[in-house]
């Protein structure tokens, strides 16, 4: 079946399946993104509550590598805000790079199956 293939429609297959790999790597990526963003919004909450309160010398605690140290809870709220904000790039920036990767994998897709459909084929015939 490969050899009644086009050089061209197997490097284009090729080039699909390279695309749904990316893509579903991505998407990996936006997750978990996606949860770390969560874990410091729930957070931030936690600090606000304890600031809400009038508690501005509350003991809080970081996790530094292997160790657990104190740490004022403004500088904790700092590297936090700090943290979502960097998060907040990186989910913006993935988020295009999918859209992106979803449209070449889409027009890509259509391509084979018009080519796979003159042939006589489907696409996981073909792949």
Known sequence: MADVLS???RERINRFQQLQGELQTIVLRRQQIELQLREVDAA???V???LGKGANEAK???IIGPILISASIEEVKKELEDKKEVLEVRLKTLEKHEALLKKQV???RKQ???ELRSSGRTVT???
């Open 125 to 127: 015939e073909a792949g």
């Open 106 to 108: 889409e027009s890509l």
């Open 48 to 50: 606000d509550k304890v």
């Open 7 to 9: 050089r061209g429609l």
């Open 44 to 46: 931030l909450k936690e």
């Open 112 to 114: 084979l199956e018009q």
């Open 60 to 62: 809080v605690y970081k």
